[in-house]
């Protein structure tokens, strides 16, 4: 099969096409016919040679799929279990779940999915309303599966309280904004420009903040707080969403674009009686990225299958030219996801 091959560490033009051997389905595991790939920052870093992929996972980038289930590994029928830890065996089975050939599926993937076929876990899939186109369907899982795991697993965000997205127009900002309006929070957010913070409102977006001419914290201090903060830029931002806090509040860090090294003030942090928490999903076992789509799907599946919730999709760009695709994303002018199609 073809597959976007990483052929030396360094820019957008080292991605060429490839022929690459085709994946077997597993015990627990199903094959997928790709039909688009979700790009994402850390597909940049793997580029640059920074980031490889997890032991078992295919060496060519590809964080999330969505296509057609074309072979269904021992296991992965789906045997009801109901935990989403796995299935029969113990091989991480569908959760319950039950998929056959032919069916129209998106999951999440530890690499690999910059290519024509995918071997996944069953469990690391979700079904694909028939509501919802399937090549933009490719932009859901990464998104879905971090806002849920950080924003309402980990921070526990509530209806009524307010939600400060930064980076509001990124792939996971218009997921944050979506999910949080859906789930009865005040949502606010931080752009570079007026076009970004016009599509944040659209989404549902209660305040809008253009991080170039506002300092954030003060406004946000204005409006009460945030009791939960979903932040990508890291140390350049750490003191002042202390400062934006709420009391009680929680800050969830899932990216360090503007640095990791920082100070902090735990003065200033007890005084709110705050949380500080970092995660990446991708280093995460596989049981525990189970466990997260399954709750994906209890719980954010039904948005999405009735409308609430969307995938935002910025360009789609042929599977050959992912290097030009990885250039728009680097360049940061989008707003929401840029896919891979096959
Ligand atoms: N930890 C995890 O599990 C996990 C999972 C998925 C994604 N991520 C990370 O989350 C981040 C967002 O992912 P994505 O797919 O949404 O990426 P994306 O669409 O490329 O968005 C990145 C956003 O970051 C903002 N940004 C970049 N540099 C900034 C800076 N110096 N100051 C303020 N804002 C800045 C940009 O907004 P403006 O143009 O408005 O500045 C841009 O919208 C990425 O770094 C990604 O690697 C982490």
Redesign the pocket.
């Known amino acids: 099969m073809r597959a976007v091959l990483i052929t030396a560490p360094g820019g957008p033009s080292v991605l060429q096409p490839g022929e690459v051997p085709d994946p077997v389905a597993g015990p627990g595991e199903l094959v997928i016919d790709v039909v688009a790939a979700g790009l994402?920052?850390?597909d940049v870093l793997q580029r640059r040679g920074a980031y490889p992929s997890p032991a078992g996972w295919p060496e060519w980038p590809g964080l999330e799929v969505s296509g057609i289930v074309s072979e269904v590994g021992v296991g992965a029928e789906g045997v009801p279990d109901g935990s989403g830890f796995g299935g029969a065996g113990g091989f991480g089975g569908a959760g319950g779940a039950g998929f056959a050939v032919g069916d129209r599926v998106c999951a999440l993937l530890g690499g690999g999915g910059y290519a024509e076929r995918v071997a996944v876990p069953a469990a690391q899939v979700l079904p694909v309303p028939d509501e919802v186109d399937l090549v933009d369907a490719a932009g859901l899982p990464?998104v879905v599966a971090?806002v849920w795991a950080n924003v309402f697993l980990l921070a526990g965000l509530r209806a009524g309280e307010t939600l400060l997205v930064?980076?509001g127009?990124?792939?996971?900002?218009t997921m944050a904004v979506q999910l949080g309006r859906a789930f009865g929070a005040r949502v606010a957010v931080t752009?570079?420009s007026a076009e970004?913070l016009e599509a944040c409102r659209e989404l549902g977006a209660d305040i809008l903040i253009d991080?170039t001419t506002s300092d954030f914290a003060e406004r946000i201090r204005a409006e009460g707080g945030a009791d939960v903060i979903l932040d990508?830029?890291g140390a350049?931002y750490l003191e002042r969403n202390i400062d934006a806090l709420a009391t009680n509040g929680r800050i969830v860090t899932?990216?360090n674009?503007?640095g990791g090294p920082a100070a902090i003030d735990l003065g200033a942090l007890m005084a709110k009686r705050g949380t500080l928490s970092a995660?990446?999903?991708?280093a995460r076992p596989a049981k525990e990225k189970a466990a997260i789509i399954a709750s994906v799907r209890e719980n954010v599946w039904p948005l999405v299958e009735n409308g609430t919730v969307r995938p935002v999709v910025a360009a789609r760009f042929p599977l050959a030219e992912a290097g030009e695709a990885q250039r728009l994303?680097e360049g940061?002018t989008?707003i929401g996801k840029i896919l891979l199609t096959v």
């Open positions: 994402n920052r850390a990464e971090t930064h980076g127009s990124s792939g996971i900002g752009a570079r970004k991080y990508v830029v350049d899932i990216a674009l503007a995660t990446s999903l991708r994303l940061s989008h």
